[in-house]
């Protein structure tokens, strides 16, 4: 292959991050949305309903974000095979909050296992 049939195959660009590297960033920043609302919420300063909502809405954007980006909703990485189970929990407890089936209790201990996890990065 010569100079110049190199330059004519497709590629992702110079300093462009792999998919998987993307996918997993997008479920980090949602994951980072709830967390930076969990300290209020945990010291009584947000109450459930705003933290529900928050937890909710950052699923529902890496969703709608996911999907711009062309994604089917497959993890393509280990990291983000990982990452989805703690996007599945943040909108099971928001959504059940919300619906009803779940107190701020538990609210309060979903949020404050992601803390632990997620909120000294």
Sequence with gaps: MNADQAAQQPHAGA???????????RMRAAIDRAVA???GFLHGDVDADHMAHTMVGAVRSYIEQ?????GDGNERS????QLQNVLA?????????????????????????????????
Excluded: K
Excluded at 66 to 70: E, H, L, S, T
Excluded at 78 to 81: C, I, K, L, N, Y
Excluded at 108 to 113: H, I, V, Y
């Design 15 to 25: 300093g462009a991050p792999p998919a998987t590297t993307t996918q997993a960033g």
């Design 37 to 39: 609302v969990a300290p």
């Design 66 to 70: 996911d999907r711009a980006d062309g």
């Design 78 to 81: 280990p990291e983000a095979r």
């Design 89 to 121: 929990e943040l909108m099971a407890c928001g959504s059940g909050y919300l619906a009803g089936r779940c107190d701020a209790a538990c609210v309060a201990r979903t949020m404050t296992q992601v803390m632990r996890e997620f909120g000294t990065r």
